[in-house]
């Protein structure tokens, strides 16, 4: 979802920007009009976070999976290994993609528990030889969520937060890079945020191409290429809209309250079920089973017909999943509770 305030005002800009006569679609990239919009945008990001000027804020394209070798492509220099933790499908992917690079140390693998856990960190076997640290702090797919940085080691810590970015403060401080895909949390499809520490970019590996560069992009504001303007527009819209409900402190209260209610009704019902151990459960992403999986289409086609969608389950895991980020509003998880309960009483 996004916020349908954010979707109010795109559509009343749509046609033409502020009387310029122009849709934000059909401006230069590099005319003031845009400009105003692409440095605002970076700078509400900034305020929301707390980013100091040590880190390089960049609006990418290819996606959170390009990440996946850029990561390496930057950050091993004279190094040829990096530790990853495997807590779900994402990590699984971003560790694949190392592997063509370097030797990955998986530090600690929540395989054998099908993904249900953070492996306890003092059982992480590091390497103190790594070049970073790569997680990932919320596993879209599988509902697993860490709610505290796990320090380890000294290496650099890298994190995919495509899925938790923005739903709470975090310090930037602790970390070398920060990647986010747009399109769960922060904006539409076509872009990815990434936060970088200026002294760990410039020293990429012997063939790097110019755009797998941050430094490159950091040097250019992130227009060495035509960058995904239209969702870097609506990006900082959301980031506006972010500061008026009152910042990331206030959204983290939301976000927890909403998280708690639908566990709380997941877990007081023998009709639904969530495999998540409880401490490692995630605010935003509730995968959910019946334990009768053949009502599960009557589910999905009663939930859809009530006005609630897209609560089918990833296809590697089956059943249902609801994405509560920023923009779903409390009283849509207090919508799908009532649902549920009444599903209940007329199946279970
Ligand atoms: C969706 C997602 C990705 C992949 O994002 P793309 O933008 O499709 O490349 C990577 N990591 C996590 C945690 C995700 O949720």
Not at 197 to 208: E, V, Y
Not at 213 to 230: C, F, G, V
Request: glycine share 6%; aromatic share 10%.
């Amino acid at each position: 979802m996004l916020p349908e305030a954010v979707m109010q005002q795109a559509s009343e800009e749509m046609l033409d920007w502020r009387g310029t006569g122009m849709s934000v679609m059909e401006m230069s990239h590099r005319g003031p009009e845009y400009t105003e919009i692409a440095t605002q945008a970076e700078a509400d990001l900034r305020d929301l976070l707390g980013i100091s000027d040590d880190y390089a804020v960049l609006f990418l394209q290819g996606g959170a999976s390009s990440q996946f070798s850029m990561i390496p492509l930057n950050f091993l220099q004279e190094k040829t290994a990096a530790d990853y933790v495997n807590t779900g499908a994402w990590s699984s992917k971003a560790i694949k993609e190392a592997q063509r690079f370097c030797q990955v140390n998986v530090v600690a693998d929540a395989k054998a528990s099908k993904f249900t856990c953070i492996p306890p960190l003092h059982e992480w076997q590091v390497n103190q030889d790594a070049a970073y640290l790569h997680y990932t702090p919320n596993e879209t797919i599988h509902g697993v969520e860490f709610h505290d940085i796990p320090q380890v080691s000294s290496a650099t810590l890298v994190a995919d937060m495509s899925s938790t970015l923005l739903s709470r403060p975090i310090d930037v401080n602790r970390f070398g890079l920060i990647y986010a895909g747009a399109q769960k949390n922060i904006g539409p499809a076509g872009l990815c945020i990434v936060i970088v520490r200026r002294d760990l970019i410039g020293k990429t590996l012997p063939g790097t191409p110019t755009m797998f560069d941050y430094q490159i992009h950091d040097k250019n504001d992130s227009m060495y290429n035509t960058p995904a303007t239209y969702s870097w527009y609506l990006a900082g819209l959301v980031f506006q809209w972010l500061k008026q409900q009152g910042g990331l402190q206030a959204m983290a209260e939301i976000n927890s309250r909403k998280a708690a209610k639908l566990y709380a009704a997941i877990d007081g019902s023998d009709f639904y079920a969530n495999p998540v151990e409880k401490s490692s459960r995630s605010w935003m992403n509730i995968p959910f089973t019946l334990v009768n999986s053949e009502l599960d289409k009557t589910f999905l086609q009663m939930s859809a017909a009530a006005g609630l969608l897209t609560l089918k389950g990833h296809r590697d895991l089956g059943g249902m999943r609801a994405s509560i980020y920023n923009a779903m509003p409390e009283a849509g998880v207090d919508r799908l509770i009532d649902f549920m309960m009444e599903f209940e009483r007329r199946f279970g």
